[in-house]
Every structure is written in structure tokens, then in C-alpha cells.
């Protein structure tokens, strides 16, 4: 059964870099029905698409998000990573990770991570 | 971009009724509507997508129609473990967004 796992620091300090690692268990990475998307949730509130990725490289990023998002994939250890720049308290949120069906199949996010919360704060 | 408003925000109910989320588009989005179930301290999960198809694993009191602008979700014979927050998200077009969710207390 696939499973994904976020990983990462909880606490950081605004300004700094947050670095997000989603491990895929139980399943390969490469597949061409598939993207990998982070996904983030702010305490209380709503949830906010950030970006998905294929495989090969192919990403989408929400542009309502500043510059600085960058989301890669390394098929040699499963994984897909997000980072993020110069972060602010408005970045505080637990963040997902998340399969996503390709266009055809309808971008739908049926398996997720469990979350991990990433704090900012001085 | 697409806004997906959904209603009402919160609603109480009781086990064994009806509840009918309704979540609508900004513009046209055919049938590329997903909704999900939010639990206390969960990652959302998946119901259902393309607006009807329901997942193998979600019950059968669980029902989604709608197209273009307007969705609904409708839980039938409400069952304590269906008190949680649901999301609609459009698919139709980048970048993916989701309604500001639907509680759904006792």
C-alpha cells in the first residue's frame, strides 16, 4: 500500500529557507498517471494548493504564492521535495504532500501524507 | 483564477440526517470538482471525483452531482463518524484551488 511521508524542520525563524522532503513508500514515483503535489493548511483555516510535480520534471506552482517555491523530484530515493525562501509567520501551516492524478484522470488528490507542521517564528 | 465558494460554512445536525454541502465556481469547471473529508488532526481524504464518482472505500450515503458552476455534496443517514470538515476542489484548470470548507458539527 503507497504511503507518504513528509520530513523536515518544525521550527524556523522568518527569513530562513524551509525544506520539505515527501517519502513514497510502497509504490514507485515514476509514473506517468501521476503528479506529487505539496499542499499547505494554516492553523484553523483552509487548504491552499502549492505545487505539483511529474516524474519527469514537469512542475506547476500556484503563482498566488510569492516567487521563490521550488519543487524538485529525486526518482533515485522516491522522494519529491519542496522549498520555500525568506519565510514569514504567514507561512506558518501543517504541510502535505499528496498524489495527484494526471489532467486526464482529474488532478484529484486521493493519497496524502499525515502533515507535518512548520512553524515560523522569531 | 477560479474561486470555489462553498455553503453554508457550518452547519449542525443530527445523526441520522440529511446534509447538503453546496459548493459553486467562479466559471465553468464541466465536471472537474473533487470533494474531501477532514477529521480532527487529519490529512484530508478523498470522497469523491469528477464531480460523482465515489471512491471503492466511501460509503454509499455519500452522493455528489452537479456541473459548470454548482456542485453539491449530500450525506444521507448521517453517521458520527461523518462530523468533520468537507472541501470541494476544481481540477478544470491551474492553479487547483478549494472552497473554504463545510463543517459539519452535532
Known amino acids: 500500500q503507497q504511503q507518504l511521508q513528509e520530513s523536515g524542520p518544525g521550527l524556523l525563524k522568518p527569513s530562513e529557507t524551509l525544506s520539505l522532503t515527501c517519502s513514497v513508500s510502497?509504490?514507485?514515483?515514476?509514473?506517468?498517471?501521476?503528479?506529487w503535489g505539496w499542499i499547505r493548511q494554516p492553523p484553523g483555516k483552509g487548504l491552499e494548493w502549492i505545487g505539483s510535480?511529474?516524474?519527469?520534471?514537469?512542475?506547476f506552482n500556484n503563482p498566488s504564492l510569492r516567487s521563490g517555491v521550488i519543487i524538485s523530484v529525486d526518482t533515485s530515493k522516491n522522494q519529491f521535495s519542496l522549498r520555500l525562501t525568506s519565510v514569514t509567520a504567514a507561512d506558518t501551516a501543517v504541510y502535505y504532500c499528496?498524489?495527484?492524478?494526471?489532467?486526464?484522470?482529474?488532478?484529484?488528490?486521493?493519497?496524502w501524507g499525515p502533515g507535518t507542521l512548520v512553524t515560523v517564528s522569531s | 483564477d477560479i474561486q470555489m465558494t462553498q455553503s453554508p460554512s457550518s452547519v449542525s445536525a443530527f445523526v441520522g440526517d440529511t446534509v447538503t454541502i453546496t459548493c459553486r465556481a467562479s466559471q465553468p469547471i464541466t465536471r472537474w470538482l473533487s470533494w474531501y473529508q477532514q477529521r480532527p488532526g487529519q490529512a484530508p481524504k478523498l470522497l469523491m471525483y469528477?464531480?460523482?464518482n465515489l471512491l471503492s472505500d466511501v460509503p454509499s450515503r455519500f452522493t455528489g452531482s452537479g456541473s459548470e458552476t454548482e456542485f453539491t455534496l449530500t450525506i444521507t443517514s448521517l453517521q458520527p463518524e461523518d462530523f468533520a470538515i468537507y472541501y470541494c476542489?476544481?481540477?478544470?484548470?491551474?492553479?487547483?484551488?478549494f472552497g473554504a470548507g463545510t463543517r459539519v458539527e452535532i
Open positions: 476542489q476544481q481540477s478544470h484548470r491551474f492553479p487547483l484551488s
Open positions: 510535480i511529474h516524474y519527469s520534471g514537469s512542475t
Open positions: 469528477a464531480a460523482s
Open positions: 510502497g509504490d514507485s514515483i515514476i509514473s506517468d498517471n501521476y503528479y
Open positions: 499528496a498524489r495527484c492524478g494526471i489532467a486526464a484522470a482529474g488532478r484529484q488528490f486521493d493519497n
